[in-house]
Every structure is written in structure tokens, then in C-alpha cells.
């Protein structure tokens, strides 16, 4: 009679959870970026808007944050100035950031384009079937 197979033990919790945190690396900067250091960033700033919020009120906080409101018109300016520094780097770093990396991944889709391969299909729209001549001088 042959030996059973030895089925191994099935990964426990801790280890399951190590690699996927070891999985990570394998994603783009931008990807990994928004993985490990993204959920900091934005804990922080939903935090100061909340606490804001709270300490301003709302709308006040919303105003201050977005640039509408002056900062030294709010009932706690010393909380209204760093709010409304917050609002005046971070927000439009966000937004810049996220358009450009949109931005950058379509310029890449399209540069894998091969440049021969791109050079016969503009001569197929223009018309011509054959290479122009060389001109030698």
C-alpha cells in the first residue's frame, strides 16, 4: 500500500495578510502609492474636516476649505488658517495629481503604437501605396 498524500495546511490569517502586503510591490508607483500611503492622506484630512466642522461649523469649514470663506472670518481663525491651508495645497495637489496620472496613462496607451507600423497606416489614409524616393543630394 502507498503512503497517503500529506494535503499541506491551509495559510493562516497572519500569513494570508503578509502576502498581500508582499503582493503590493508589484503595482505601479502611482497604485502603490494610493495602496499604502493613500489611506493615511486622506484619514488626515477627512479628520481636520471633521474636527473643522465641528469647531466652525459646516458650511464654515466647507467655505474655508474650498476658498470661499476667509479663514480669519470664522469663529476660531487659528483652526480656519490651517484649514484653509490644507484646502489651498492639498485639494488642487489631489486633483492635479489624479489628472495627470489620467493624463499619463493615455498617453501611454497610445505611444504603443510601433513607429513603422504607424508610418504605414498614415501612408494607407493618404493614399500612397508605395515609399516616396529617397532624395539624394
Known sequence: ?????????KPTWVERTRDKIRGLSRL???RYWLVTRGPAWFAAFCLLYVVGGVSLGWRSAY????????PGDTEVPLYGYALGLLGWLLVPA???GAAGYLVTRQIDRR????AEELLAQMRREAGYSVDPPEVRE
Do not use: F, H, Q, Y
Open 111 to 114: 505611444r504603443t503604437v510601433d
Open 28 to 30: 505601479n508607483r502611482p
Open 63 to 70: 467655505e474655508v476649505l474650498v476658498g470661499l470663506k476667509a
Open 1 to 9: 500500500m502507498s503512503e497517503p498524500v500529506m494535503v499541506p495546511p
Open 94 to 96: 489631489i486633483i492635479g
